[in-house]
Nanobody, 115 residues
Framework: QVQLVESGGGLVQPGGSLRLSCATS????????MPWYRQRPGEQRELVAR???????QYADSVKGRSTISRENAKKEVYRQMNSLKPEDAAIYYC?????????WGQGTQVTVSS
């Protein structure tokens, strides 16, 4: 059974930082590209970062320079360090696993950016 469990969200002031984690099980983590998405209120879910099996990151323009994605294959976990947070970064953040037409999602972790 595929499981993804996000953690690390919370309330942070503008300019602050958070580190999100996604713990996975039920699939071969090391051969999966691992993405992070976010869904802001009233908007569709959007891809913000992903990391290849070789550890090569890609970022959406909206988070580039403020975000670092990493993975630890031995722990089957993917991480996202977010710095210089802005109010528009407030969202529910999800990790996912894509396999052909099937996508497995975690439950998400809420990030609130407010003073």
């Amino acid at each position: 059974q595929v499981q993804l469990v996000e953690s690390g969200g919370g309330l942070v002031q503008p300019g602050g930082s958070l580190r999100l984690s996604c713990a996975t099980s039920g699939f071969i983590f090391s051969i999966q590209v691992m993405p992070w998405y976010r869904q802001r209120p009233g908007e569709q879910r959007e891809l913000v970062a992903r990391i290849s099996t070789a550890g090569i990151p890609q970022y959406a323009d909206s988070v580039k320079g403020r975000s670092t994605i990493s993975r630890e294959n031995a722990k089957k976990e993917v991480y996202r360090q977010m710095n210089s947070l802005k109010p528009e970064d407030a969202a529910i953040y999800y990790c996912a696993r894509h396999l052909g037409p099937i996508t497995n999602w975690g439950q998400g972790t809420q990030v609130t950016v407010s003073s």
